[in-house]
């Protein structure tokens, strides 16, 4: 009986682990942000109450030198209006833009490259963790 309960263990044990691995995993970019694949690049995105950062990454997640990058992100509000805001210079390899509220329910930030546009979409997560707190 006893080696009945603890095979029931192991197994029940296993089952997690391999649901678990299985689980998709967002990644962390080279920042601490998180990262979404847009084409052949990815895309870092690094948020806090003051600003928000983003930076473009090649497939291996290095940073891209933002000499000669355009960046603009759109909000997405919660009444369905959005709004445009361009992407400034910061430092050699992100860029930056002034938070003016932090009441969107998502985001777009794109990429002008070489004349290719590269963008993705993220989710505001400060949002999400303020409406779980309430």
């Given at each position: 009986m006893r080696t009945?309960?603890?095979?029931?263990?192991?197994?029940?044990?296993?089952?997690m682990n391999l649901l678990l691995l299985n689980k998709p995993q967002v990644p962390i970019g080279p920042h601490g942000g998180k990262v979404k694949k847009a084409e052949?690049?990815?895309i870092e995105k690094i948020q806090s109450p003051e600003n928000l950062y983003a930076f473009l990454l090649d497939t291996n997640y290095k940073p891209i030198s933002?000499?000669?990058v355009i960046g603009e992100v759109r909000f997405?509000?919660?009444?369905?209006?959005t709004?445009?805001?361009?992407?400034l210079p910061?430092?050699?390899e992100g860029f930056?833009?002034?938070?003016?509220?932090?009441?969107?329910?998502?985001?777009?930030?794109?990429?002008?490259?070489s004349g290719k546009s590269i963008s993705a979409k993220f989710e505001n997560e400060?949002?999400?963790?303020?409406?779980?707190?309430?």
């Open positions: 009945v309960v603890i095979l029931s263990v192991l197994l029940l044990f296993a089952i052949n690049f990815n933002n000499k000669g997405y509000y919660l009444d369905e209006t709004s445009d805001i361009p992407l910061f430092e050699t930056v833009v002034k938070m003016q509220e932090n009441q969107y329910h998502s985001c777009r930030i794109t990429f002008i490259i400060s949002l999400i963790v303020s409406k779980k707190i309430n």
